[in-house]
């Protein structure tokens, strides 16, 4: 069956650290452009965070993820990895997994399978 888990989620002050991990069975994320983390606060939009591409060979960030966020993937352990350093409080939200295509401009689309999600929340 075709899943994605996310986790690491949690509370943590402003200027903390966490480390979200996305899993992936019943599929490979080779099969796939590449895998994006998205967020969302209550109340707003979507939005995308960052992107690598299967390969691992690239990545693409939001502006305000550039510098503190840092992606990259395991294929032998079918897992991408979402570092999250200096986090602020405007960083909380739900943040979720997908498969995508990588985009500079867009971050991430064409998004297919989404995980459930992993609540990060950032207060002190």
């Known amino acids: 069956q075709l899943q994605l888990v996310e986790s690491g989620g949690g509370l943590v002050q402003p200027g903390g650290s966490l480390r979200l991990s996305c899993a992936a069975s019943?599929?490979?994320?080779?099969?796939?452009?590449?895998i994006a983390w998205f967020r969302q606060a209550p109340g707003k939009e979507r939005e995308g965070v960052s992107c690598?591409?299967?390969?691992?060979?690239?990545?693409t960030y939001a502006d305000s993820m550039k510098g503190r966020f840092t992606i990259s993937i395991d294929n032998a352990e079918n897992t991408v990895y979402l570092q999250m350093n200096n986090l602020k409080p405007e960083d909380t939200g739900v943040y979720y997994c997908?498969?995508?295509?990588?985009?500079?401009?867009?971050?991430?689309?064409?998004?297919?399978?989404w995980g459930k999600g992993t609540l990060v929340t950032v207060s002190s």
């Open positions: 690598i591409s299967s390969s691992g060979r690239t990545a």
């Open positions: 997908a498969t995508a295509t990588c985009s500079r401009n867009l971050v991430a689309y064409a998004m297919t399978n």
């Open positions: 019943g599929f490979t994320f080779l099969d796939y452009a590449g």
